[in-house]
């Protein structure tokens, strides 16, 4: 059996995630002092409700080897021969090096995909992934089936605000400044050749 392993950053919703057998590994939202692992102690909902209530900023960090470790070692335990594991672009985060290191001490074959994005565009890979698998693909016939999905994906997010690409480090103080003096709504493409 091959297991399908992600990040939450996918943003797959739980019927999908639970239908299609997918493990997730949380990542990490930080909120002021508090620590919550993402979709295990804070579900989208809340945190979309905080995002907009609450006057502090998130800021997230990447699940750590233990973790990955943890739903190799479950997915072993329910039988799993092989697995594949997806994680948010490498260019984002340092996810993916520590699925890599995971992988490399994993008892079984594990392979790991740069999904080159965040969010759906993770989360797509990852169904196409699913799909795949349920379909009988190997785990190489899977790797070529995301390839071509990601091959032509486009994500296009629009922002009302500036205050998240300040806090996240994307912008500076003065770009923020003189950005919110000029209304500035900024519109940013994601390049799934380079994540």
Same mark, same amino acid.
């Given at each position: 059996m091959l297991a399908i392993i992600c990040d939450s950053t996918c943003d797959i919703p739980q019927p999908m995630i639970e239908d299609y057998d997918i493990h997730v590994v949380p990542q !990490?939202?930080?909120?002021? *002092?508090?620590? !919550? +692992?993402?979709?295990?102690?804070?579900?989208?909902?809340?945190? !979309?409700?905080?995002?907009?209530?609450?006057?502090?900023?998130?800021?997230?960090?990447?699940?750590?080897?233990?973790?990955?470790?943890?739903v190799i070692d479950r997915v072993v335990e329910k039988g799993a021969s092989e697995a594949i594991i997806l994680t948010v672009s490498s260019a984002m985060s340092g996810t993916y090096e520590m699925a890599k290191r995971a992988a490399d001490a994993a008892p079984i074959p594990v392979s790991v995909i740069d999904?080159?994005?965040?969010?759906?565009?993770?989360?797509?890979?990852?169904?196409?992934?699913?799909?795949? +698998?349920? @379909?009988?693909?190997?785990? *190489?016939?899977?790797? @070529?089936?995301?390839?071509?999905?990601?091959?032509?994906?486009?994500?296009?997010?629009?922002?009302q605000t500036l205050d998240y690409l300040q806090t996240g480090g994307r912008i500076g103080d003065a770009a923020k400044w003189v950005g919110t003096l000029l209304r500035v709504k900024p519109v940013v493409t994601i390049n799934h050749q380079t994540g």
């Open positions: !990490y939202v930080i909120w002021g *002092e508090e620590q !919550y +692992r993402d979709r295990v102690d804070i579900q989208p909902k809340e945190f !979309y409700q905080r995002l907009v209530s609450d006057k502090v900023r998130p800021t997230t960090s990447q699940a750590t080897l233990g973790d990955f470790k943890e999904s080159k994005g965040p969010t759906m565009t993770l989360g797509w890979q990852v169904l196409a992934a699913a799909r795949a +698998r349920d @379909q009988g693909a190997s785990r *190489e016939e899977i790797h @070529q089936k995301v390839a071509e999905g990601r091959e032509k994906m486009v994500q296009v997010v629009a922002m």
